[in-house]
């Protein structure tokens, strides 16, 4: 055995693990589940798979059929536009971090990234008694004379509620990012910029917004895929508005996750069980795996990494 051989397994020997820990909780998962998006399996046990039944694509004929369906990719998008408002307002306080001084910088930085560390559970229930109609807005909305306002069953209120409270837990994360960012921009091209008599406004469009741009690029895609997936939020919303809003006010709490979750594990007889829920599941990671190669295709026009 030669000595490339050598290194070679041994290399090999040292990922080993990784790899085995990979194809048990990733690929065979992934396998099985589409596997049983082409079967009519409504829940998984050990026996499942050996009376598995396929039906070919009449789950996906289904769900692209469900009205409900489109109407959770519909929340689903206008939930992810949390992404961008907290990429704008992460940048935005990122960029008045940098002019405080050391202790007020370290004091702000550790209060506005609390949220994206706490329990999401804690901070859903701490958010619901602040809209709810005796809660804190509508202790200050009665006190003035005016009438309380239902926050959370009224469909016109609900998803702008929900995207301030994701975008008040998520935006610690975002402004660490960036302000590490901002940290690398290189200033003697912002003081060259200003000798040629740049404004601030100028020098910021045009020198560091572009030299932060891997980091943008960065937050928009993990932002998109995460945002996509969103589903405690509005599963514990909803739990807790009580019968009659199991998808929220006029369905506007239901997202592809939570209606998922509700196809899996909740309601299998009624809404087609484990196969339907794992043609929807492929389904997501499809929009997802397009949205990302989109954005992998125009990041080099925008993206500069020098």
Same mark, same amino acid.
């Given at each position: ?6 290194? #070679? ?74 992404? *961008? ?13 940098? /002019? ?14 609390? *949220? ?38 009224? *469909? ?24 590490? $960012? ?9 003081? $060259? ?8 406004? /100028? /020098? ?9 741009? *891997? ?14 997936? =969103? ?27 939570? !209606?998922?979750?509700?196809?899996? !594990? ?36 925008? =993206?500069?990494? #020098?």
């Amino acid at each position: 055995m030669t000595r490339r051989m050598r290194t #070679d397994i041994g290399g090999w020997l040292m990922i080993l693990p990784q790899m085995i820990g990979i194809a048990v909780f990733s690929l065979i998962p992934i396998a099985m589940a589409i596997l049983i998006s082409f079967s009519d399996m409504l829940y998984v046990q050990s026996d499942s798979f050996a009376a598995l039944h396929l039906i070919g694509f009449a789950h996906f004929g289904d769900i692209l059929t469900d009205p409900l369906f489109w109407r959770a990719v519909l929340n689903t998008f206008i939930a992810a536009l949390c992404v *961008p408002i907290q990429m704008a307002f992460g940048l935005l306080i990122a960029v008045l971090l940098k /002019r405080l001084g050391k202790r007020l910088k370290q004091f702000f930085r550790a209060v506005l990234f609390i *949220p994206y560390v706490s329990s999401m559970v804690a901070v859903v229930f701490m958010w619901q008694y602040i809209f709810e109609p005796t809660g804190a807005i509508n202790s200050i909305v009665t006190a003035m004379g005016g009438e309380a306002v239902r926050f959370l069953t009224d *469909p016109n209120w609900f998803m702008p509620c929900l995207i301030l409270m994701m975008t008040w837990s998520g935006i610690g994360y975002y402004i660490i990012l960036y302000e590490a $960012a901002l940290t690398n921009v290189n200033q003697s091209c912002i003081e $060259a910029a200003e000798l040629d008599g740049a404004g601030r406004m /100028r /020098r910021f469009f045009s020198i560091v917004v572009p030299a932060i741009s *891997p980091t943008t690029f960065y937050l928009l895609v993990m932002g998109i895929i995460n945002g996509l997936q =969103v589903f405690t939020w509005f599963q514990i919303i909803c739990a807790n508005l009580g019968d009659g809003f199991l998808w929220g006010p006029n369905n506007t709490g239901i997202t592809i996750v939570y !209606y998922i979750y509700q196809m899996a !594990y909740v309601n299998q007889f009624g809404m087609g069980g484990a196969g339907r829920a794992c043609a929807m599941s492929v389904l997501l990671v499809m929009i997802i795996g397009i949205l990302t190669a989109v954005n992998f295709l125009f990041q080099k026009r925008w =993206v500069h990494y #020098d």
